[in-house]
């Protein structure tokens, strides 16, 4: 007999529930205010609301089932009155209704925007310079406070001046044939690039780093050391291993990103331009006292 109900308890967790009645829904949620709510009239509103507003309802839905109520409700107390029709109540609808339609053409035009591969691959061929990396190795000599961090420093930290006269000094050194990754180790206050013997990694023309740096960089030869390149906590000295190019497919999402804006400015100016106004009480827009 045990056995039996335990087999009865498996097979009910297997059944709905409850069955719901006839005229019901079979995904109903809720009655709200004596209307029935569906899963899929609910979520529908779900879809509508700004993104702060879905973050309200994922951290208490049923909260957000209260307030929803509460809406509904005081919403029809104002339809009762037909206050949609009052100003500034039908002004302010009218309002909203323009923004959200403003909203709505702006984003159906920026989701049907497709940037074709033939399209991506053209203007990566077009703009080679932008893909093109800088391989380097780096020296750093830090100077001042940059100088004062724990575990990477001399007791005494430099001055600007002492940094530019060793940061100098080794150049002079490389200059004589010494071994750049022999002075990476002795000298170099960077501790990521000294881990790996010097390598400063990839940089491309399009990377956030200054433009004094970017210039050294893309002036050198394969094999050549830049003058010494200041930032604003120390001096770096680098070494040109060679140059190379982000493949295609690296960059391929951010080309077409760049190709939609592109397109969308064009299409938003556009209808910019298309603008027509004429005015026909010019004092009622010149300044007042």
């Known amino acids: 007999m045990k056995q039996f109900a335990a087999i009865f308890c498996l097979f009910a967790g297997l059944l709905p529930a409850q069955a719901p009645r006839p005229g019901q829904p079979a995904d109903l949620l809720a009655t709200v205010n004596g209307e029935q709510l569906?899963?899929?009239?609910?979520?529908?509103?779900?879809?509508?609301?700004?993104?702060?507003m879905k973050l309200n309802f994922e951290n208490n839905k049923r909260e957000f089932l209260?307030?929803?109520?509460?809406?509904?409700?005081?919403?029809?107390?104002?339809?009762?009155?037909?206050?949609?029709?009052?100003?500034?109540?039908?002004?302010?609808?009218?309002?909203?209704?323009?923004?959200?339609?403003?909203?709505?053409?702006?984003?159906d035009?920026?989701?049907?925007?497709?940037?074709?591969q033939e399209d991506s691959k053209a203007f990566y061929d077009a703009n080679g310079e932008r893909w093109t990396r800088a391989v380097v190795k780096a020296i750093y000599i830090?100077?001042?406070?940059?100088?004062?961090?724990?575990?990477?420093?001399?007791?005494?930290?430099?001055?600007?001046?002492?940094?530019?006269?060793?940061?100098?000094s080794i150049r002079k050194q490389l200059g004589k044939g010494a071994d750049f990754v022999q002075l990476v180790r002795e000298h170099s206050r960077d501790p990521e690039s000294v881990a790996n013997n010097g390598d400063f990694g990839a940089i491309s023309r399009a990377d956030n780093i200054p433009d004094t740096m970017k210039k050294a960089l893309f002036s050198l030869q394969p094999g050549q050391v830049s003058e010494p390149v200041r930032q604003s906590g120390g001096y770096y000295l680098f070494r040109l291993e060679r140059f190379d190019a982000r493949p295609f497919e690296e960059v391929r999402g951010d080309i077409s990103n760049e190709l939609k804006e592109v397109r969308f400015k064009e299409?938003?100016?556009?209808?910019?331009?298309?603008?027509e106004i004429r005015l026909h009480d010019q004092e009622y827009f010149s300044p007042r006292d």
């Open 38 to 52: 569906t899963i899929e009239k609910f979520e529908s509103f779900l879809n509508g609301l700004p993104p702060q």
């Open 142 to 168: 830090p100077f001042g406070q940059s100088a004062q961090q724990p575990g990477s420093l001399p007791a005494q930290p430099l001055t600007e001046a002492e940094a530019l006269a060793k940061i100098e």
């Open 109 to 116: 035009y920026s989701d049907s925007l497709k940037i074709s």
């Open 66 to 107: 209260n307030q929803y109520a509460l809406m509904m409700r005081l919403a029809a107390m104002a339809a009762d009155k037909k206050l949609e029709q009052r100003s500034p109540y039908k002004e302010q609808l009218e309002w909203a209704r323009t923004q959200v339609l403003m909203q709505a053409v702006i984003s």
């Open 267 to 275: 299409w938003f100016e556009k209808v910019r331009s298309s603008v």
